[in-house]
């Protein structure tokens, strides 16, 4: 089944506990980003990549670290968690972004999401 | 920047037609995506749209006005199971990066 797995779906933790998020998806997508969600705010991007080896900022990007060496995942690294970043994660893939090749490539499929709560 | 307006919420009667407006202010733009997201759930994708017009698929279509800024999303023959958060995201284009940004969203409520 194509899908894109996120783990864990909730997390508990204290400030400065280093933690990771996974993400790993089964489509060959090259495209892969992630999103926290909270009230009132929507969906803000925090990183995304383009392809293997390339990553870039989002809207939101403090605080937060990633890395793609494999084209399949894509994990999202907090050094230092702080209560701020209590909130609601989004792993996304496509096949890509920007190539107006309509929505075919470009529409994003979502992880089940990671709801972390820092103390 | 990108600046993505909806309505918060919106109720409607079951069997009934529901318009969702989205307004966009941005520095350019490469496409408006329609996504739906149920409670506590992952958004999935509704609608595209690049060029001015009317998208129809099935009974979710999706509107768009480049000169003016402006989408909808109307949902015909509401069922129950359309109770969800409706989410506008707009592409910025590949000068300034590609990026999608998502408006915050209008939760639909659907009442029998």
Redesign the interface.
């Given at each position: 089944e194509a899908q894109v797995t996120q783990n864990p779906r909730y997390l508990i933790t204290v400030t400065g506990k280093k933690l990771t998020v996974t993400c790993s998806q089964n489509m060959n997508h090259e495209y892969m980003s992630w999103y926290r969600q909270d009230p009132g705010l929507g969906l803000r991007q925090i990183y995304y990549s383009m392809n293997v080896e390339v990553t870039d900022k989002g809207d939101v990007p403090e605080g937060y670290k990633v890395s793609r060496k494999e084209k399949r995942n894509f994990p999202l690294i907090l050094e230092s968690p702080s209560p701020n970043q209590t909130s609601l994660y989004f792993c996304a893939s496509s096949f890509g972004q920007g190539r107006r090749s309509g929505a075919g490539e470009e529409k994003l499929f979502f992880g089940s999401g990671t709801q972390l709560s820092v103390l | 920047g990108q600046n993505?307006d909806q309505p918060t919420e919106m109720t409607a009667t079951e069997g009934a037609i529901v318009q969702i407006n989205c307004t966009y202010q941005t520095s350019g733009f490469?496409?408006l995506?329609w996504?739906q997201q149920h409670a506590?759930?992952?958004?999935?994708?509704l609608?595209?749209n690049?060029l001015d017009g009317l998208e129809e698929k099935g009974r979710f279509s999706s509107f768009l006005s480049r000169s003016k800024g402006y989408s909808y999303l109307l949902l015909k023959e509401l069922q129950m199971k359309d109770s969800a958060s409706y989410?506008c995201?707009v592409?910025a284009?590949?000068e300034y990066?590609?990026?999608?940004?998502?408006?915050?969203?209008t939760i639909l409520r659907v009442k029998s």
């Open positions: - | 993505i490469n496409g995506f996504y506590g759930e992952a958004p999935t994708f609608s595209y690049v989410l995201a592409r284009p590949m990066g590609n990026k999608l940004v998502f408006g915050a969203g």
